[in-house]
Nanobody
Framework: QVQLVESGGGLVQAGGSLRLSCAAS????????MGWFRQGPGKEREFVAG????????YYADSVKGRFTISIDNAKNTVYLQMNSLKPEDTAVYYC???????????????WGQGTQVTVSS
């Protein structure tokens, strides 16, 4: 049973930083792609960042390029999202997701975490 547990959300001022963590368990993820998504108030869930567990290309939404970084620590079975230069429009619930094979920018992922709230004040 795949489990994804996010943590690290909170309240931060504009310009600040947060690092989100996603602890993954229940499977060997070497053939999986991992994604971070977010859903703001009254908005649809949108892709933020993604990469394959085995490494390689990292994908980002245009709105976060240059500010956010996705990474994976194999030893800890954890996916991270480092968020810098945060803006009020980054306010959302952030979700970790997993699917076999390729990174997709759509929500077609088999496994999801419960989400963690990020609030950026102006």
């Amino acid at each position: 049973q795949v489990q994804l547990v996010e943590s690290g959300g909170g309240l931060v001022q504009a310009g600040g930083s947060l690092r989100l963590s996603c602890a993954a368990s229940g499977r060997t993820f070497s053939n999986y792609a991992m994604g971070w998504f977010r859903q703001g108030p009254g908005k649809e869930r949108e892709f933020v960042a993604g990469m394959r567990w085995s490494g390689g290309t990292r994908y980002y939404a245009d709105s976060v390029k240059g500010r956010f970084t996705i990474s994976i620590d194999n030893a800890k079975n954890t996916v991270y999202l480092q968020m810098n230069s945060l803006k009020p429009e980054d306010t959302a619930v952030y979700y970790c997701a997993a699917r076999v094979f390729a990174v997709l920018t759509t929500t077609n992922y088999a496994y999801w975490g419960q989400g963690t709230q990020v609030t950026v004040s102006s």
